[in-house]
């Protein structure tokens, strides 16, 4: 399995970007998909989640309101939309394929229930 982040790039303070991650190798609409984001020295943290057929989303306190999930299971794509970013949104941004079989409405915020991951996508946004 091979997931493709783009997206990223430098943006002024509440601005926008979109994030989309193509996954290769296992039809997507298998798994639950989630996005982290990883600041320099510091660990990697939950931002969304969205379940398989995209009915159920979750959501980091500090995006909620700003950040929406989606994917289009035709195209093998989950895509995040970041608004009024904010300097400490600051990071690379990874998405990642869940592992099925656990207990995903209670474990989506952990990394430990992911299999698989992208390389990631940079997210500068200035003051």
């Known amino acids: 399995v091979q997931l493709q982040a783009s997206g990223g790039g430098l943006v002024q303070s509440g601005g926008s970007l979109r994030l989309s991650c193509e996954v290769a190798g296992r039809p997507v609409r298998k798994y639950h998909m989630g996005w982290f984001r990883q600041a320099p020295g510091q660990e990697r943290e939950f931002v969304a989640a969205?379940?398989?057929?995209?009915?159920?989303?979750y959501y980091a306190d500090s995006v909620k309101g700003r950040f929406t999930i989606s994917r289009d299971n035709a195209v093998n794509t989950v895509y995040l939309q970041m608004n009024s970013l904010k300097p400490e949104d600051t990071a690379v941004y990874h998405c990642?394929?869940?592992?099925?079989?656990?207990?995903?409405?209670?474990?989506?915020?952990?990394?430990?229930?992911?299999?698989?991951w992208g390389q990631g996508t940079q997210v500068t946004v200035s003051s």
């Open positions: 969205v379940t398989r057929s995209g009915g159920t989303k």
């Open positions: 990642a394929v869940d592992r099925p079989g656990t207990n995903y409405s209670a474990t989506y915020y952990s990394t430990d229930v992911y299999d698989y």
